[in-house]
C-alpha cells in the first residue's frame, strides 16, 4: 500500500472510535431524558399521596432514589468520553 491509502485508513480507524464515542453519548442522552420523565412523573405522583399513604410514598423515594442515581452514573460517563473527545 502506498503512504496516502495507509494514512486514509488509520484516519478511518480513529475516526471509527470517535463514531462509537458520538453514538453511546447519544444513546445515554436519549436514556437519560426517559429517566428524567420518568422522574417527574414520580415526583408528581409522589406529592399527590397523602400523610396515611407512608408505605406508597416511601416506595415511591427508593425508585426516585435509584433513578437519580442513574441519571448521575449517566451524565459522569458523558462527561469521561466528552474529555476523551478532547484529548483525541
Known amino acids: 500500500m502506498k503512504l ?3 494514512m486514509a485508513s488509520l484516519n478511518e480507524f480513529l ?6 464515542q458520538f453514538k453511546e453519548i447519544n444513546s445515554i442522552r436519549k436514556v437519560l431524558k426517559e429517566l428524567k420523565k420518568k422522574e417527574r412523573k ?3 405522583e409522589l406529592q399527590k399521596l ?3 399513604q407512608e408505605e406508597e410514598k416511601d416506595e ?3 425508585k426516585l432514589d435509584v433513578i437519580y442515581a442513574q441519571r ?3 451524565l459522569e460517563r458523558v ?3 466528552k ?3 478532547q484529548k483525541n
Open 4 to 6: 496516502k491509502k495507509l
Open 15 to 20: 475516526d471509527a472510535d470517535r463514531k462509537t
Open 42 to 44: 414520580l415526583k408528581g
Open 50 to 52: 397523602s400523610a396515611k
Open 60 to 62: 415511591l423515594q427508593i
Open 72 to 74: 448521575k452514573k449517566g
Open 79 to 81: 462527561k469521561e468520553l
Open 83 to 85: 474529555k476523551e473527545l
